[in-house]
């Protein structure tokens, strides 16, 4: 984007830091540019750490909610029956590998 110089008037890149003809810092714009800048940095510092830590939250608290062990009230009829058959099979196990002279 093609800008003009504030004291001559020559028209200068927009990434020029100096007017090639009179050798002048821009205008007086080139001075507010790099604060409002390091302003939208900054903003944008803020909400990427924000959204970061939002989404590690919900990873973090997810991942919690998975490996939280469910309590028997909350089981379905057909969990229920599964964790039965593990613990009858586990019963069954731990009896086949018991000595059988005691
Ligand atoms: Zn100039």
Redesign the pocket.
């Known amino acids: 984007m093609k800008k003009q ?1 504030a ?4 028209t ?1 890149n927009e990434n020029d830091a100096i ?1 090639p ?4 810092d821009r205008d007086s714009e080139g001075y507010k540019h790099p604060q409002k800048n390091k302003f939208i940095a900054l903003i944008g510092i803020v909400v990427f750490a924000s959204l970061a830590f939002y989404l590690v939250s919900q990873i973090v608290s997810f991942v919690e909610e998975a490996n939280k062990p469910k309590e028997f009230k909350d089981l379905t009829n057909k969990e229920m029956q599964q964790f039965l058959e593990w613990d009858a099979n586990e019963q069954q196990k731990k009896h086949e590998n018991e000595k059988f002279f005691k």
Request: charged fraction near 10%; include cysteine; glycine fraction near 18%.
């Open positions: 110089c004291n001559c008037g020559h200068i007017c003809v009179c050798g002048k």
